[in-house]
T-cell receptor
């Protein structure tokens, strides 16, 4: 079936370095993608989104890149900080009428001093 | 502004007991509502969604049910809990249309013993 998945389950980076988290999706008709950050014991928090008519979108210290040719999504975090340590999920619109989001398995980002 | 409230935050229930988790949204009308479950170290699995009062769609067969008695109230229930119902339950809402983020509650950690 169609799904959203992540390449790396864990990622360890040093404080101050840039982080890149990758995501593959299989539904070529997907038109909207979101990155979420989830801290332990909390609900996911929105980071940034991108529509399929865009290749790149920037926020504060974060950039999302969309490559529709290879169905790949990435989240770049600049100057990673200890507070960035969390699990990151990519998500896409599901096929149902309720526009539920389909989530990947997540990447755990650990920022070391 | 919109807010979402989910309670309780934690719950320990014996096998065979009933369950009722409640979620309410404030500051918007006619939202799409969702219940997700998250197993430890895993992604989010969609359980139910609702596009209107009394309208419930189930994504996976299970021991749970959902109801939407009011526009901004979403309830997750079970008549008899199983050990496998343990997990982190998340309620979310989204504007209709499917091109905006979903907003999540803080989650309920359910442990069935």
């Amino acid at each position: 079936g169609e799904s959203v998945g992540l390449h790396l389950p864990t990622l360890s980076v040093q404080e101050g370095d840039n982080s890149i988290i990758n995501c593959a999706y299989s539904n070529s008709a997907s038109d909207y993608f979101i990155w979420y950050k989830q801290e332990s014991g909390k609900g996911p928090q929105f980071i940034i989104d991108i529509r399929s008519n865009m290749d790149k979108r920037q926020g504060q210290r974060v950039t999302v890149l969309l490559n529709k040719t290879v169905k790949h999504l990435s989240l770049q975090i600049a100057a990673t900080q200890p507070g960035d340590s969390a699990v990151y999920f990519c998500a896409e619109n599901g096929p149902g009428a309720g526009y539920a989001l389909n989530f990947g398995k997540g990447t755990s980002l650990l920022v070391t001093p | 502004s919109q807010t979402i409230h989910q309670w309780p935050a934690t719950l320990v229930q014996p096998v065979g007991s009933p369950l009722s988790l409640e979620c309410t949204v404030e500051g918007t009308s006619n939202p799409n509502l969702y219940w997700y479950r998250q197993a430890a170290g895993r992604g989010l699995q969609l359980l139910f969604y609702s596009v209107g009062i009394g309208q419930i769609s189930s994504e996976v067969p299970q021991n749970l049910s959902a109801s939407r008695p009011q526009d901004r109230q979403f309830i997750l229930s079970s008549k008899k809990l199983l050990l496998s119902d343990s997990g982190f339950y998340l309620c979310a809402w989204r504007w209709t249309g499917g091109n905006t983020e979903a907003f999540f509650g803080q989650g309920t950690r359910l442990t069935v013993v």
